[in-house]
């Protein structure tokens, strides 16, 4: 069993972190934005956005942002039951330091701990320690297939920037062949391997992202979100929200309703 102790985000340069390596709790960060430095061991290290970070308990870290550098990033601080042993990434005994090509998948279900204890529903914990767990399987896979060179990430990098503004259209796998000049198959099976995610995964998960702020911040209806964002049937929007945010978009208009 995982037990959260501690999650938090940070923001802006003025972060400072300390653990005296004395205890069982590993420290996981994820830089979502900017830049910030850790000493692990009195070593040096420089994390950037997608950068994820795990520390074991027994090993004296601290750090702190850079002068001048914004940066935002995830923090879960967390114990491992004495009998777990499922998952190799808990038996560590140095850190490790990786860039994540399925970082999307986990900054949302870190986002996902942290409004659980913003929120503290029933089951709040249960439900922060699934999702922790489900993290840690997904960095255990990740590393499992070995390091993705920087030109994998290079090429996903560029299908992903051409997602970020063609998300509204339908986006294939023939599109991003040629965006970085490749087979339309191996295309979509190189952005699968790094990111966790199928084209049509990461496109849905980007338009429910635009279509939860413009639920929340604007003034327009279901049916003129849905079809903003290439859904021509409602009904399908609302199966396409519900499936990855748990809530319908009715739940974020009533919402918006009370708060206007």
């Known amino acids: 069993m995982i037990a959260i102790s501690e999650v938090h985000q940070d923001n802006g340069a003025d972060w400072y ?19 910030c430095v850790y000493w692990v061991n009195e ?23 850079i002068p001048t550098v914004v940066h935002t990033k ?17 038996q560590l005994q140095e850190p490790l330091k990786q860039r994540l090509g399925c970082f999307e ?20 914990e249960l439900m922060s320690e699934a999702l922790l767990t ?11 297939r070995g390091m993705i060179s920087s030109e994998k990430h290079r090429r996903v990098d560029s299908m992903r920037q051409y997602i970020s503004t063609h998300y509204r259209e339908k986006v294939t796998k023939e599109e991003l062949g040629d965006v970085i000049s490749t087979t339309p198959n191996y295309a979509a099976a190189l952005f699968k391997a790094v990111t966790n995610q199928t084209i049509s995964e990461y496109v849905h ?56």
């Open 205 to 260: 998960n980007q338009r429910m992202k635009t279509a939860i702020y413009m639920l929340t911040e604007s003034q327009l209806m279901i049916s003129e979100i849905a079809d903003y964002l290439g859904y021509n049937d409602v009904s399908y929007f609302y199966r396409i929200f519900k499936r990855s945010t748990g809530s319908s978009p009715s739940d974020f208009l009533h919402e918006r309703s009370s708060t206007v």
């Open 134 to 144: 489900e993290v840690l399987i997904y960095l255990n896979q990740e590393k499992d």
């Open 43 to 65: 070593e040096k290290v420089i994390l950037e956005k997608g950068d994820m970070l795990l520390i074991p308990g027994h090993i004296p870290y601290y750090g702190k942002g």
């Open 17 to 35: 972190e300390e653990g005296e390596g004395r205890n069982l709790t590993f420290h996981l960060s994820l830089v979502t934005y900017g830049k």
């Open 105 to 124: 998948v986990i900054q949302e279900r870190l986002r996902g701990i942290l409004t659980q204890y913003k929120e503290r529903p029933a089951y709040f």
């Open 74 to 90: 995830y923090v879960v601080n967390f114990r491992k039951s004495a009998a777990e042993r499922g998952l190799p990434l808990l």
